[in-house]
C-alpha cells in the first residue's frame, strides 16, 4: 500500500526531539512523508503548553486537495504493518459550527 518508505536516517532531528515517521495518505491515495512532533513551548504568562503537529510536505498537501483556509477536514491515524498513517477527510467546504 505504501511508497512512503522509511530508514532510520530519515528520522528528523528537531532540537533533541526525534519524530516519528508517518504518511499521510489523500482520498485519491496520493501519499507524502511526514513527522509527528511533540511542540513544547512557553506561553507569555509563562505556562507551558504542548501539543503535537505534522511536519513535511503540508504545502504540496493543501495544493494538491485544493484545500482553503477554514476548510473542514478530518484526519484518521492508523497503523500498518507498525508504520503510522493519517488519512485525509476533507468534506469540502468550511462547516461552522456555532450556527
Known amino acids: 500500500m505504501t511508497n512512503c518508505t522509511y530508514g532510520l536516517e530519515d528520522r528528523v532531528n528537531n532540537d533533541g526531539r526525534i519524530g516519528v515517521a508517518a504518511c499521510l495518505v489523500d482520498q485519491r491515495n496520493k501519499q507524502w512523508k ?31 486537495n485544493g484545500l482553503r483556509d477554514g476548510d473542514n477536514i478530518s484526519l484518521w491515524s492508523f497503523r500498518l504493518n507498525g508504520f503510522l498513517f493519517f488519512a485525509l477527510d476533507f468534506a469540502g467546504d468550511s462547516i461552522n459550527f456555532l450556527e
Request: aromatic residues 10%.
Open 34 to 64: 511526514m513527522v509527528l512532533k511533540k511542540w513544547v513551548r512557553v506561553s507569555d504568562s509563562g505556562k507551558v503548553l504542548q501539543s503535537f503537529l505534522l511536519s513535511g510536505a503540508w504545502s504540496d498537501v493543501v495544493e494538491a
